[in-house]
């Protein structure tokens, strides 16, 4: 329950768009780029997925909070984005998995938020004007001063955030997926051995691979591709994680020196720094992809998918295909959401198939990586 007067808090966004409603969360000021999320539920697993590192949520859903917080739905140890911004707060929390109410979670956490603002009006604008960095403050309400500080903000064009949220040191993952009445389960009997690069990885990836056979390394970004090889794993996976993956540099080559005989999976960030790696480019969106009711075209069967999204770049199509397949399309820009190797078992997808929030329609992704394993190819 939130109790007493409600410190006023603000927006300040840095092309002078202000929006005014009550703070929660940590006091405080926090600076990042502003973008909506589109789904319905998981909030809790928005903000702990480091591929928000750098950027403050705006979600669209009206009434966030109402579920709470608790100890399982989480996808990494903390929480990762800057900033969360609601429209209204639920005052009570109200489920029988709950532990804490978010508030709570976001003060401990550090982590400030705004509540009160019009988020349809705030969506619209980043939708017409596209992301903006911003600034949420509960100690000033000086505009000309902290939108000063929102210019002076380097932004996250060209900035390694990467090397920001990926783990210090490889270690072994031994978790399987959530079932119900049992939480999450033991991992499967291990049949591949897979190297995962952690560029910001979300735990229900590994829990759906550890659930498939899959004995799982995870290794820091900057691991070198001399050490990934040694180890003489079955397949490598490359993870999702934040910001410009044309800043990665040493992770793009060291992707480039990996390609081969291995399978290869890759998915989000993982997916742009594999297109890098074969020479391509990436662009940034206007206001991103974040969400989890994005349709996908399979290209193949021409089937649709809905399916989880974060992401702000996108691979160029023109400048992979004569060494790609394009393998999927968003239906609704029409950007590139996968694409597989004409001739090597490396394939990706910019989406997020262990949703985790979100649909499961994309599933069998994972199981693909594995028959690619039991091939041996």
């Not at 007067?5 to 703070?23: F, H, M, N, W």
């Not at 739905?73 to 998995?97: H, Q, T």
């Not at 206001?287 to 160029?316: C, E, Y």
Request: glycine share 10%; proline share 7%; hydrophobic share 35%.
């Amino acid at each position: 329950m939130i109790q007493g007067k409600k410190q006023p808090a603000i927006l300040v966004l840095e092309d002078g768009a202000v929006y005014r409603g009550t703070s929660f969360g940590a006091p405080g000021e926090a600076i990042g780029e502003v973008v909506f999320n589109t789904a319905l539920t998981g909030y809790q697993e928005i903000l702990t997925d480091p591929s928000y590192k750098g950027q403050m949520v705006t979600m669209t859903y009206p009434l966030i909070g109402n579920v709470g917080v608790n100890e399982e739905d989480v996808e990494s140890g903390r929480v990762w984005c800057e900033g969360f911004i609601v429209r209204e707060l639920a005052p009570v929390a109200s489920n029988w998995r709950s532990r804490k109410p978010l508030d709570q979670y976001l003060q401990e956490s550090g982590v400030p938020g705004i509540e009160g603002i019009d988020t349809r009006a705030l969506t619209r604008h980043l939708r017409d004007h596209g992301c903006k960095m911003g600034i949420i403050s509960s100690v000033s309400d000086n505009v000309p001063a902290l939108m000063e500080k929102v210019r002076a903000h380097p932004g996250i064009i060209g900035v390694d955030l990467v090397k920001e949220v990926t783990c210090s040191e490889p270690y072994h993952w031994e978790e399987g997926r959530w079932e119900w009445g049992k939480g999450y389960t033991p991992p499967a009997e291990k049949l591949f051995k897979v190297a995962a690069y952690d560029f910001g990885i979300k735990r229900n990836i590994l829990r759906m691979l550890t659930s498939l056979g899959c004995d799982i390394t995870v290794y820091p970004a900057a691991a070198p591709a001399e050490k990934i090889i040694a180890a003489d794993p079955d397949g490598i996976f490359l993870s999702n994680g934040p910001g410009d993956p044309e800043a990665v540099t040493y992770a793009i080559e060291n992707v480039r020196k990996l390609l081969g005989p291995r399978p290869l999976f890759g998915i989000c960030l993982g997916h742009q720094i594999l297109g890098l790696a074969l020479g391509g480019r990436t662009f940034k969106l206007k206001f991103g992809h974040h969400g989890g009711n994005h349709p996908v075209m399979d290209l193949a069967t021409r089937k649709v998918q809905i399916t989880s999204q974060n992401h702000n770049f996108v691979v160029d199509s023109e400048t992979v295909k004569n060494i790609t397949t394009q393998t999927h399309r968003n239906l609704n820009d029409g950007s590139n959401e996968g694409m597989a190797h004409v001739e090597l078992p490396a394939y990706s997808v910019q989406y997020h198939p262990e949703s985790s929030p979100g649909p499961h329609d994309a599933r069998p992704l994972f199981e693909r990586f594995v028959s690619l394993m039991e091939k041996g190819v």
